[in-house]
């Protein structure tokens, strides 16, 4: 089996029982699907087994790269050799993305990927526990990907996964999570400034944020971010106006 690289975050999911599940909590036939960082191509396997119209794969690694394209010879599979965080997802149009997400590229691309409602309707994925509890809106205190995740659709963290399932064995537990994008305008530079200003220290109070005090009711201004509802702070995301050059 070939070496994982710990510079790309690799833990290539190997467990079949795994990857059946993950599979049969989306609609793969005659839908457009995605995968991003597909290693050895076990999810991908699954997943032309289901009969898509049409799948793309990105790969960072050129080493696997060159490994998908002898073991997939499919009309119906695209396999591109790039990075997921700079690749432009822009042209596509209501694609399904699965992933088995390297962890330390996690946070960042779905930071990135839930705005592109227009290219995805649904994400399902694998990542760290922590990070699906962080972006988990519906319990604990309120932070930047709460809101995010709220802000741009339906998220649910459908089950747990143990570290043995992968190659190498990750020292951190995984969730598979699903994100179910809601179709709406969204002024991405602008939520992007918003979240970076607002969310910036949990524990003062808001109204000592000078970005953003004329914009605060005086009901909740003695009150810090993380104690704040998503309702309330969409509120103040509404009043924000801000001009880009």
């Known amino acids: 089996m070939i070496k994982a690289k710990k510079s790309l975050g690799q833990n290539f999911l190997i467990d079949k029982n795994t990857i059946n599940k993950i599979i049969s909590k989306i609609d793969i036939t005659n839908n457009n699907i995605i995968e991003i960082g597909p290693g050895l191509g076990a999810l991908t396997e699954k997943i032309l087994d289901n009969k898509p119209k049409k799948l793309i794969i990105i790969e960072k690694d050129f080493e696997l790269y060159k490994k998908l394209l002898n073991k997939f010879d499919n009309k119906k599979i695209t396999i591109i050799n790039d990075d997921a965080l700079i690749y432009d997802f822009s042209n596509l149009r209501n694609y399904k993305l699965i992933s088995n997400l390297p962890y330390n590229i996690s ?66 537990n995984s969730k598979v999570v699903k994100f179910e994008l809601i179709k709406q305008n969204i002024e991405t530079k602008k939520l992007d400034y918003f979240v970076n200003i607002f969310f910036i220290n949990k524990r003062k109070k808001i ?39």
């Open 207 to 245: 109204k000592s944020n000078k970005n953003i005090f004329n914009l605060i009711d005086e009901a909740i201004a003695n009150k810090r971010y993380e104690d704040l509802k998503y309702d309330e702070i969409l509120n103040i995301y509404k009043k924000f106006n801000f001009s880009f050059s």
């Open 107 to 172: 946070s960042k691309f779905l930071l990135k990927i839930i705005k592109f409602n227009k290219s995805f309707t649904d994400i399902i994925c694998m990542i760290q526990s922590e990070l699906a509890d962080k972006l988990n809106y519906k319990q604990g205190k309120m932070n930047k990907y709460k809101f995010i995740s709220e802000f741009c659709g339906r998220y649910n963290i459908l089950f747990k996964v143990s570290p043995n399932v992968f190659y190498p064995k990750p020292k951190v």
